[in-house]
């Protein structure tokens, strides 16, 4: 049956993977709910892969076509409901940005000066271009005399070396002339490729 089929050669960590079938990832019918993926992530491939490969995919690095990319994997498909020679399928992706916004992002911190008083410092943990969109917006008040407007915001940068450890509730973005306080750091576990922050702003 695999006769009927041109396939390729990947590298998953710079190993490489016979008779895989490569076809575009076209995202708006290849993205299944249970496959999470870094916000500003594109999908470039949908890699289905040879019953002899076992090997784990979720998370590595594959190079497709002279491209890098990061692997989203797909649990395996049951044996009885794959006669031929694949049985399951994974996303390749790459992270768009669209780093078109400026942001600072800081950290607040409290030391001991020579006296031994406290005191508060703030540490600037990354400053550059960015992709931020309006995650919502809701307005909220027990009087016409006083309305509370809160914004939520996702930012998604290069993730620094400083965010690491970093507290969200020690956190600050200078965006667009405010400030925001950030209230989570999501994919702490893709260090390295991007940071994804949620702020609001409060006004």
Known sequence: MGGAFETETIRVDGVPVDGVLVSPG?????????????????????????????????????????????????????????????????????LEYGLSDEIRLTALETGIDETGYPVASERTVYEGPAQARMDSGETSGGSARQTDSTETWLFVFPWPEGLDGALPSSLRIAFRGDVLDVVSVDNVDRRGESASVKAVRRG
């Open 26 to 94: 076209e995202s708006d019918r290849l993205l299944p709910t249970d496959i999470a993926l870094p916000a500003g992530a594109r999908v470039e491939y949908r890699l289905d892969i040879p019953k002899s490969y076992t090997e784990r995919l979720c998370g590595q690095k594959v190079e497709v076509r002279g491209g890098l990319y990061d692997v989203a994997d797909k649990p395996a498909y049951t044996t009885g409901n794959t006669p031929g020679e694949w049985n399951r399928y994974a996303l390749a992706y790459r």
